[in-house]
């Protein structure tokens, strides 16, 4: 009747469909090269220019009453069947036909809501003036329009769109649809899996030279990245205790892991110290030989994208490591500033020519004592944050004493070849002192209670140097680093967040990764690291939180599984040796 019924109406129903108007099946025909037309008078598309041999037939070409379909049909097959035989198209449909049951053409829209809420696209939940007012800013051609409102772009890709579309935009500019057409139907047709877009399935797979010995010593493995590393040893049912135990054996004893996925990059030349000093945010020109310096890299943004250790082993030599999951992209990111600085050294990447691994724990230095021979390993002559060069069995050795999970420690590099010969030979070196291995897992819960953070675990695509106190590490007396300038303007800016370290009683459940932090209804962050620590018999971790639940001290509700609240105290971090007695001695 022309308006739309005041009275509401509820009706029970499984399935709601809705059409707005005939529209054949084009999309596969116009993709064969067919040409789409359209009968403004008789409200009717119509197909021509199709490839030889192909034939359409039904309510696609127009015909709708079903004796007319069922008569038409032979028609198109004895044509195709002539055509396969080789024979001449010598039948023709007659022209004089009179078609039934024609659509009606109707106007568009049949009548106007009265609030103005006529849906074109359901989808993209545009209106009839969203199609209007695009036409209004002067995009007349419905290409164009498309590309503006967004029309025809969700899951139905125009199925009960693009004819309303069409009808709104003749109407707008004065044009019929003959004339404005409809949007071009593009590939695919149908929805495709993720997996046929990317074609042949491939799962990039990388094993460190020692992974027999991991296998042999009963580890159970998980992918970082590309690699198959150990996630800790012993059986998948007893993961909490396999941890737990290879933590307390590292805080109280000695063990090993293999860090051969660790990136890493040599850079030579008379600039490389210039290069390095350029790229990440500390100081590195003024670096002595056989000091390493944590190293932080930022982008053009201000945004925190990796960081590792930079080894100073000459005045023109450095060794450089890398996150696992980042070393590739940091890789071609050295290669894309120094071709625009074009700076005197050479850059390489030897991420699978070396294997390493780190011994950690108070008897470490023992057993480094029994192996190494060529190289003083005292606390006078090899101090914390030192490299020294040597040989183990004849083989050339880089040793870091860094500490990723807060105990006397050394990094040992060595050419990958020697990897499974190394291991065994430190794991028997090591018996004297009951050295065990210990894997990723242990790994990650060590560095948590000694507060070392995780790039793209502990960060993302926001995080600046001030959200997770890494101030200290950037030089701002440099002339120039990348990303120095965001960093600078970042830092004048009001916090929004900050991440701190929290504490729960263990009597309250554990949080899980990405477990949100409220602010009364609001969202003021996300849990990145959380695990119950065997060293302090706490749940720790690490947490996004806004700037007014940063101080230490104050606690923040976490949302955990079910809805269920816990509440967590801000401490400072970091929660195992804040003076680093350990790893200095």
Not at 11 to 29: E, F, I, T
Not at 122 to 130: A, G, P, W
Not at 285 to 307: C, F, Q, W
Not at 518 to 544: F, Q, R, V
Request: charged share 20%; hydrophobic share 40%.
């Amino acid at each position: 009747e022309g308006q739309v019924a005041q009275e509401i109406k509820k009706l029970d129903c499984d399935v709601l469909c809705m059409s707005s108007g005939y529209m054949p099946v084009y999309q596969l025909l116009c993709q064969a090269g067919g040409k789409l037309s359209y009968n403004d008078q008789k409200a009717e598309f119509h197909l021509s220019g199709l490839p030889q041999g192909l034939h359409v037939t039904g309510s696609v070409e127009g015909i709708h009453a079903i004796e007319q379909v069922v008569e038409h049909a032979k028609y198109t097959g004895t044509l195709a069947a002539q055509y396969a035989l080789g024979q001449p198209l010598n039948i023709q449909w007659p022209s004089n036909t009179v078609l039934k049951n024609n659509p009606v053409n109707f106007p568009w829209p049949i009548f106007a809501h009265p609030k103005g809420k006529e849906f074109v696209d359901f989808d993209e939940d545009l209106q009839i003036r969203d199609i209007v007012n695009a036409t209004k800013s002067g995009y007349r051609d419905i290409q164009l329009v498309k590309r503006f409102s967004t029309v025809g772009m969700g899951p139905s890709q125009g199925r009960h769109s693009a004819l309303p579309t069409a009808r709104l935009v003749a109407k707008s500019t004065q044009r019929s649809v003959s004339e404005t057409g409809v949007t071009t139907a593009r590939p695919p047709f149908t929805v495709e899996k993720l997996a046929h877009v990317a074609g042949r399935s491939f799962d990039p797979y990388r094993q460190t030279p020692m992974h027999a010995q991991h296998l042999e010593a009963g580890a159970t493995m998980m992918p970082a990245g590309n690699w198959q590393r150990p996630a800790f040893y012993g059986d998948a049912a007893h993961r909490l205790q396999h941890i737990e135990n290879e933590v307390k054996h590292v805080r109280n004893q000695v063990g090993m892991i293999d860090v051969s996925t660790l990136g890493g990059l040599e850079i030579r030349g008379p600039d490389s110290a210039e290069f390095i000093n350029r790229l990440y945010t500390f100081g590195f020109t003024k670096l002595p030989v056989g000091k390493t310096r944590y190293a932080v890299m930022s982008n053009e943004h201000g945004v925190v994208i990796d960081d590792g250790v930079a080894a100073r082993l000459s005045e023109h030599h450095f060794y450089v490591t890398a996150t696992t999951s980042g070393v590739d992209r940091i890789y071609q990111q050295m290669l894309k500033w120094n071709a625009q600085w074009r700076l005197n050294l050479d850059i390489t990447n030897v991420t699978t020519a070396l294997a390493a691994v780190n011994i950690a724990g108070p008897q470490s230095r023992a057993v480094m004592q029994k192996v190494c021979h060529d190289v003083d390993l005292s606390n006078t002559a090899f101090p914390y944050l030192g490299v020294r060069e040597g040989h183990i069995q004849g083989i050339p050795v880089r040793i870091l004493r860094v500490g990723f999970v807060g105990e006397l420690g050394y990094e040992i590099h060595f050419p990958a070849r020697y990897g499974e010969f190394m291991w065994n030979h430190l794991m028997q070196a090591g018996q004297a002192f009951d050295i065990k291995p210990f894997g990723v897992e242990s790994q990650r819960l060590l560095r948590l209670e000694k507060g070392h953070i995780i790039i793209s675990q502990d960060t993302d695509g926001m995080t600046h140097p001030q959200e997770v106190d890494l101030g200290w590490a950037v030089a701002r007396n440099k002339p120039w680093f990348v990303g120095k300038r965001s960093i600078a303007i970042l830092e004048q800016q009001p916090l929004k967040r900050k991440l701190v370290s929290f504490v729960l009683d263990k009597s309250q459940e554990k949080p899980l990764e990405g477990h949100i932090v409220l602010e009364g209804e609001n969202i003021s962050g996300n849990i990145t690291s959380c695990e119950y620590s065997p060293t302090l018999d706490k749940i720790i971790g690490m947490a996004y939180v806004g700037i007014g639940q940063s101080e230490v001290g104050q606690q923040f509700p976490i949302r955990v599984e079910k809805g269920a609240m816990v509440h967590a105290t801000v401490v400072k971090a970091p929660f195992y040796d804040p003076e680093n007695q350990r790893q200095e001695i």
